[in-house]
């Protein structure tokens, strides 16, 4: 399972967004100063922190360098109240590897999460036949090679790597389209029929591997 270090010390923000975090399938701990989030990042087994920049204690900077001297290999997100350019070239410069201002929709932090752990996804994903090569670009199913658009195979992708979980809709068009306001159009209706139709070959018919999940979003089945 994929664990986050939520680094923040207001919990009106760490609350909320843990659970958010928790319903995405993430294993969270959460720190509210910068000596407990250092140590939590330094002696857990962590695959991503969210760490805001303005900890008591150690701030996110700090924290951030620490990691990063320390040899390991985390993905760091931060989170400032801070818009000035200057200070998020600071905190890239630091070694984080995003940022997001404050305030931010809870819906772009999780998208760039997502983003963001996908670097360390695997090459190949393959579950109920489809076979997803994320470098080359190409997915197959059953053998034989799919040709899919764009915007086809960030939705496949999307459902594909957490397959078996359902993905409401307006993480799915957030993280594939990036524009909230789609929501209420049936743009992803219609992505996911024609998926469903090259997913199904070329005798036609509809696949069932993708779920719909009425009033919620869809799944992607691996059985």
């Known amino acids: 399972m994929t664990t986050v270090l939520l680094a923040e010390d207001d919990s009106a923000i760490s609350d909320p967004l843990s659970r958010a975090l928790e319903r995405e399938g993430y294993k969270v701990l959460v720190a ?3 000596n407990a989030a250092l140590s939590a990042a330094l002696y857990n087994d962590i695959n991503l922190v969210i760490l ?5 204690g150690t701030d996110g900077l700090e924290i951030c360098r620490r990691i990063r001297d320390s040899g390991r290999d985390l993905l760091v997100l931060m989170l400032t109240a801070r818009t000035d350019e200057v200070d998020f070239i600071v905190g890239l410069d630091a070694g984080a590897d995003d940022y997001v201002g404050k305030p931010f929709r809870l819906a772009e932090l999780l998208a760039r999460v997502r983003a963001l752990l996908r670097r360390r996804e695997p090459e190949v994903l393959e579950i109920s036949g489809v076979r997803m090569e994320a470098r080359a ?4 199913v059953d053998g034989a090679e799919v040709s899919l658009a764009n915007k086809e195979f960030e939705l496949l992708r999307a459902l594909m790597t957490r397959a078996g979980q359902v ?3 307006e993480d799915i068009i957030d993280e594939v389209w990036h524009d909230p306001s789609l929501l209420t159009s049936k743009t ?6 024609w998926l469903r139709r090259k997913l199904a070959g070329p005798n036609g018919g509809v696949d069932h591997r993708i779920a719909t999940v009425r009033g ?3 799944r992607f089945d691996s059985d």
Do not use: A, N, Y
């Not at 805001?52 to 008591?56: A, S």
């Not at 670009?137 to 197959?140: E, I």
């Not at 992803?188 to 029929?193: A, G, R, V, Y």
């Open 167 to 169: 993905v409401p809709r």
């Open 216 to 218: 919620v979003g869809f």
């Open 32 to 34: 509210p100063d910068g």
């Open 137 to 140: 670009r190409r997915v197959l």
């Open 52 to 56: 805001d920049l303005g900890l008591p």
């Open 188 to 193: 992803l209706d219609m992505h996911i029929s």
